[in-house]
C-alpha cells in the first residue's frame, strides 16, 4: 500500500517535527538524526487538525454547507457523486500518513513507564483517525497496518471489528491517563490540552461516547455498545470545554489556522480559492434566516451579510446560484480584507487561531442522546441546553478565548427560545416521542457542527436521517442533494467514498471489490 509501506521515510517525516519545526525554526529538517516522542508528538496533532479539516470540507459538500458558486465550472464529482477511486486517494493517504507517526509514537513509548502519556496520546489518536476512515470508507487495513515493510500487502479488517478495537484502545488510554505511575509530564509537547491529562481523559471517553453512540444504531454491534456503555466510568466525565490545537500558527503561507488558509486567505492576503468559489446553501441558511428557525445570535456570528447579504444557493445549480462576496468569504465576520482583515469572532476567528478538534457542544448532545435513549444516566433536557448554549460560546469567542461584552451566549440562548416558540427542534421539552427528540437532538448537532465539522454532521445524517429532508424536492431548502445528482438513492445522495485507486495498484488482492458510493453502506447506516 502506497501510504502503509512508506515507513521507511518515517525520519523524515516526522523530521524531529516538534512546536518549533512546525514554525520553521529547525537549521536543517531534512536531516533528523532521532526522533523522540516528545519530538513527534506536535507534528502528528498537528496534521491531524489538518486532516480533519480535510475531511470535514469534503464532507460539507455532501451534507449542506457548502455549494458551488455562481462563475465557476468543473466541479464534476462534487455535484454528480459519480465518484471514482481517484477521488479520495488524497485523503486515504494522507489518513494512513498520521497514523504511522503515532504508530510510532506508540511504539517508542510502550516499554518506558515515563512515557505512559504519550503512548495514552497515541491510542487515542489512533482512534480519531481511524474512526474518520471507517465512517467514510468502511473495512480498512487495521491489524496488519502501519508496519511498513514487514507487511506489504495487509489484508482488510471489519469496520466492526475496528470500531470494537478502538473502543478497546480508548478505554486502555483512559485508563493510562488517569492511573499511570512515574509517567513523565508532556508539557510542550502537547499542543491541545497542554499536558493536562484529566482533559485527555474526557477527550477519550467523549471520542468514545461518540463511537459507542454510532454503534448503538446499528443491530449488529448494539448489544456491544449497551455493554460497554454500562461498563463506562462515569466518574472522568465528558469535554465541557472545547477541544483547542494550535502548534503555533503565524500568518505565513502553510502555517497559519488551516481553516483561514483554506477559506479566506493566505498570509499575503489574497483571497483563497475555496472562499471565492464556496457560497452557504439555502437549505442550512433557513436554520438561521427564518425560513425553519430563527436564529439571530449564530446568524450574524456565522454568516457576512445574515440575514438577508448572504449570497447562498443550491447544490449543482450552475446557472443561477449567486457568486461569491467579491473581496469576502461568506463565513468571515470580521473587518478589513485580505492582509487586512482583522482577527473577529464566528468561525473564521483570525490567522493564528486555535484550531478545533472537538466541540464541547458536540460533547453535550451526543450525552443528551445517550441520556434520552437510556444508555447513561443524565439529564437529557439539561445537556440539550448545554450543548446549544456550547455552540453559541464557541461562535462568540474571539481569538483570545475571550467573549465579546456585545455577544453573551445565555442571552441570546433565551432569545432562541423566544424567536422559536412551539418548536421542539429548539425547545427540548416539547418533542412528544424519542424520535422527536432525537431530531432535536441530531439538529441542533448539525447547526453546531456547520463549518467546523462537516464530516460528523454527514455521519449523523447518514445514521439517522436527521436533519430532515424531503426526498427528490426540488426546493432548495427542503434538501441539500445536488440537483445533478446521479445517486440511485431516493435521497439522491451518496453513503460513502470509494477505495484509493492505489490500493487496486498495490494491494489488489485485499482491498475490497464491487464498492458503490450509493448502495454499499458503513455497517452503523443500514438501509
Not at 476512515?133 to 475496528?162: C, H, M, R, W
Not at 478545533?356 to 434520552?372: C, D, G, H, R
Not at 445537556?383 to 446549544?388: P, Q, R, S
Request: with cysteine; aromatic share 12%; net charge negative.
Amino acid at each position: 500500500m502506497k501510504n502503509i509501506l512508506r515507513l521507511f521515510i518515517l525520519a523524515s517525516f516526522i523530521s524531529l517535527t516538534s512546536c518549533e519545526s512546525f514554525l520553521g525554526d529547525n537549521e536543517n529538517p531534512n536531516q533528523a538524526t532521532s526522533a523522540t516522542p516528545q519530538l513527534v508528538l506536535p507534528n502528528a496533532l498537528a496534521s491531524s487538525a489538518n486532516l480533519l479539516l480535510s475531511y470535514s470540507t469534503s464532507a460539507q459538500w455532501i451534507n449542506g454547507y457548502t455549494v458551488n458558486a455562481g462563475g465557476y465550472g468543473g466541479w464534476g464529482a462534487t455535484v454528480t457523486y459519480n465518484f471514482t477511486t481517484s477521488s479520495y486517494n488524497g485523503l486515504w493517504s494522507a489518513t494512513y500518513d498520521d497514523l504511522i507517526n503515532y504508530q510510532y509514537i506508540e511504539d517508542q513509548s510502550a516499554e518506558d513507564p515515563g512515557l505512559a502519556y504519550y503512548n495514552g496520546i497515541a491510542k487515542t489518536m489512533k482512534a480519531f483517525d481511524y474512526a474518520m476512515l471507517v465512517d467514510v470508507f468502511g473495512d480498512a487495513p487495521y491489524t496488519e497496518a502501519l508496519k511498513g515493510t514487514d507487511n506489504l500487502t495487509p489484508v482488510y479488517d471489519s469496520q466492526i471489528s475496528i470500531y470494537q478495537d478502538l473502543v478497546a484502545q480508548l478505554t486502555t488510554a483512559i485508563e493510562i491517563f488517569t492511573t499511570a505511575e512515574n509517567a513523565n509530564a508532556v508539557g510542550s509537547s502537547d499542543i491541545m490540552f497542554g499536558g493536562d491529562m484529566n482533559e485527555w481523559a474526557k477527550f477519550a471517553n467523549t471520542l468514545k461516547l461518540r463511537l459507542l453512540i454510532k454503534m448503538s444504531s446499528s443491530s449488529e454491534t448494539s448489544s456491544f455498545a449497551t455493554s460497554e456503555f454500562a461498563a463506562m466510568n462515569s466518574s472522568i466525565g465528558f469535554l465541557t470545554d472545547d477541544a483547542l490545537l494550535n502548534p503555533g500558527y503565524i500568518a505565513t503561507s502553510g502555517k497559519q489556522n488551516p481553516l483561514w488558509e483554506r477559506y479566506h486567505s493566505n498570509a499575503a492576503g489574497s483571497l483563497s480559492g475555496s472562499g471565492r468559489s464556496a457560497i452557504p446553501s439555502d437549505f442550512t441558511y433557513a436554520f438561521y434566516n427564518g425560513t425553519k428557525l430563527t436564529d439571530q445570535g449564530r446568524g450574524y456570528a456565522t454568516y457576512r451579510g445574515y440575514p438577508t447579504g448572504t449570497p447562498k444557493g443550491q447544490l449543482g445549480n450552475l446557472v443561477d446560484n449567486p457568486a461569491a462576496l467579491a473581496s469576502q468569504t461568506a463565513w468571515y465576520v470580521g473587518s478589513g480584507t485580505g492582509a487586512d482583515a482583522t482577527n473577529s469572532i464566528g468561525l473564521l476567528k483570525g490567522r493564528t487561531a486555535d484550531f478545533p478538534m472537538m466541540l464541547a457542544a458536540e460533547s453535550y448532545l451526543l450525552q443528551a442522546e445517550a441520556y434520552m435513549k437510556g444508555y447513561l444516566d443524565g439529564d437529557d433536557q439539561e445537556a440539550f441546553d448545554n450543548g446549544v448554549i456550547a455552540s453559541y460560546r464557541y461562535l462568540y469567542e474571539d481569538i483570545s478565548g475571550s467573549t465579546s461584552t456585545d455577544w453573551d451566549p445565555e442571552t441570546d440562548f433565551q432569545l432562541y427560545l423566544d424567536d422559536n416558540e412551539g418548536e421542539y427542534l429548539v425547545h427540548y421539552e416539547l418533542a412528544s416521542s424519542p424520535e422527536e427528540k432525537l431530531e432535536a437532538i441530531i439538529t441542533q448537532k448539525y447547526i453546531a457542527f456547520n463549518f467546523i465539522n462537516g464530516h460528523e454532521a454527514w455521519a449523523d445524517f447518514r445514521r439517522t436521517a436527521y436533519p430532515a429532508i424531503v426526498n427528490g424536492s426540488s426546493n432548495p431548502t427542503l434538501t441539500f442533494a445536488s440537483i445533478l445528482s446521479t445517486s440511485t438513492r431516493a435521497d439522491d445522495l451518496p453513503v460513502r467514498y470509494l477505495y484509493a485507486s492505489t490500493e487496486f495498484q498495490l494491494n489488489p488482492q485485499n482491498v475490497p471489490a464491487d464498492i458503490n458510493q450509493f448502495t454499499s453502506t458503513v455497517f452503523w447506516q443500514e438501509d
